[in-house]
C-alpha cells in the first residue's frame, strides 16, 4: 500500500509531540492499522474532527518508510453523541477494548466492525438500554471470535433441552436432568430457562439482528452477566471498564 483509502473507525488515540496524534483505526480494508495524524491536535485542523474517538470516516492515508500517515478524512458518521455522555462513552470504550483485543493487522474482520458500528449507533441513536446492548456485543464478540458455544443440544446427553446451566470446564450448555451430576465438580453456572433462552437466540443472530433479540428485563441482568464472564473466560482478561460505572451512578 502506497496511497490508500480506507474506511474505518477510531478505536483509541495517544498524543504524539505538541499536535499530533496516533490513531488505531478499525477499517474494513486491512482490519487494525496504527496511523500518525500529524496536527490533529490543532483546533480546526483537517484532521481535528475526523481522528476523535469513535468517528467512523473514509480516510486517505499514506503509508511511508516507517509509519503510515492520515492525510485526510471524509466523515462518514461522527458518533458525537457517545463523547457527550459519560455513560455512553464508557460503554464505547469497553466495546473498543474488546474489539482492538480481537481484531488483527492486515486482516479484515467485517462480523467484528458490523457489530461495533451497530452496538454504536444503538448507543448513539436511540435509547436503547446500554446493558442490552452490551450483552449482545459481548457474546456475539466472543462468537465471531472464533468461540462460538453450541446452544442448541446439551454438551452431555445431547438433549435439546430447555438448557440449565453453562458448563465452563467443557465449555458446553447442560439441560436439567444433567445440572445436578455437572454441579459437583466443574466451573458451572446455573441459568434460568428465559436467561438460557435468550443467551441463545444473541448466539444464533447473525450481524446486527444479535441486537433486536428481545430480552425479558427480568433476565438482563443475568444475560449481562454470563455474557461478560464468557467473553473474560474465552479472551482470557479481566474487562474492568464498566465497573467505573457502578461508582458513579
Ligand atoms: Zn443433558
Redesign the pocket.
Known amino acids: 500500500m502506497r496511497d490508500a483509502t480506507l474506511s474505518g473507525i477510531v478505536l483509541r488515540e495517544s498524543q504524539f509531540g505538541e499536535s499530533d496524534k496516533y490513531v488505531t483505526l478499525l477499517t474494513h480494508e486491512v482490519g487494525l492499522i496504527d496511523c500518525m495524524a500529524k496536527r490533529a491536535r490543532k483546533a480546526g485542523g483537517a484532521l481535528a474532527a475526523g481522528t476523535q474517538p469513535f468517528c467512523y470516516c473514509r480516510y486517505t492515508v499514506f503509508e511511508g518508510r516507517e509509519r503510515t500517515f492520515v492525510r485526510g478524512c471524509d466523515i462518514t458518521e461522527s458518533f458525537y453523541g457517545l463523547r457527550n455522555d459519560l455513560r455512553k462513552l464508557t460503554y464505547s470504550c469497553h466495546f473498543a477494548d474488546i474489539a482492538m483485543d480481537i481484531a488483527q493487522e492486515g486482516e479484515p474482520n467485517e462480523d467484528l466492525l458490523s457489530l461495533l458500528l451497530n452496538a454504536l449507533h444503538l448507543l448513539d441513536k436511540t435509547d436503547r438500554d446500554p446493558e442490552a446492548v452490551k450483552a449482545a456485543f459481548e457474546m456475539r464478540a466472543a462468537c465471531v471470535s472464533g468461540y462460538r458455544p453450541e446452544a442448541g443440544l ?1 454438551g ?4 435439546k433441552g430447555p438448557m440449565r446451566a453453562f458448563d465452563f470446564g467443557s465449555s458446553a450448555f ?2 436439567g ?2 445440572l445436578g451430576g455437572a454441579m459437583a465438580g466443574g466451573r458451572v453456572v446455573a441459568l434460568t430457562p428465559g436467561a438460557a433462552s435468550g443467551i441463545a437466540r444473541i448466539i444464533g443472530s447473525e450481524g446486527k439482528g444479535a441486537y433486536g433479540v428481545g430480552i425479558p428485563d427480568d433476565c438482563l441482568r443475568e444475560i449481562s452477566e454470563f455474557a461478560h464472564m464468557y467473553l473474560c473466560d474465552k479472551m482470557e482478561r479481566e474487562y474492568g471498564r464498566l465497573a467505573f460505572l457502578g461508582k458513579i451512578t
Open positions: 446439551c452431555l446427553c445431547g438433549s447442560l439441560c436432568g444433567c
